[in-house]
């Protein structure tokens, strides 16, 4: 059995996906990261960064995995899915950029333009800017491939899809960018993805553009 310690975000919901995708046994211990319980001394160790996802892997040695790219290349080996041994190159690019680039600018955008519009004039236009060619970049990728990291569906775009199924805070317009809508709408109807996104409140729908 699998635990996963998360909170309802595009972080904690790139792992309920994969275990929802990998029909794992696994069991949600709830972060409430409003109440600061990322910060308790217990949670730090297993976490050093103070942060959401961390998973245990009850059947192994239960060592903490923890960052969310991490965690979805443990779980692709360890099922054998999403994550296939001849296109992994192309796989870690893509997951890669999602950590290392998607996530943190469009984490930045939220920030400045939904939770604190009007206290950063040059934050808002810069993430704005970065979020927009985000999903430029993304839509020319996928109109030359049909998943990010090629033909197949992959932990590349496990860990996408929850940052642009937060388009509506984004106000970047999904629907003007085809082949990234086409590709989100594709996954939006997984029965995996559907039940993934709701691991912490069975009344949420997953926004359409
Ligand atoms: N690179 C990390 C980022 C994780 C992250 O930023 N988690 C956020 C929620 S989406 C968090 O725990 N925030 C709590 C805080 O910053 O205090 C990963 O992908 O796992």
Redesign the pocket.
Known sequence: MIELFS?D????K?ISIMLEEINFDYKVTK?N?LE?E??KLEFKKI?P?????VIIDHDNNREPI??????LMYLGEKSNKFYEKKNRLKINQWLMGQ?GYI??MI?QHHQFHHYNPGKSEFGEERYFKITKAIYGDLDERLGQSKYLAGDNYTIADI?TWPWIARHEWHDVGLKNYKNLTRWYLEIAKRSAVIKGYKFMNKELEIPLP
């Open positions: 909170a975000t595009p972080n904690g790139k972060v990261l600061g990322q910060f976490s960064f103070s942060k959401i996802p923890f960052e969310s790219g991490a965690i950590m996530g943190p984490g860990a």
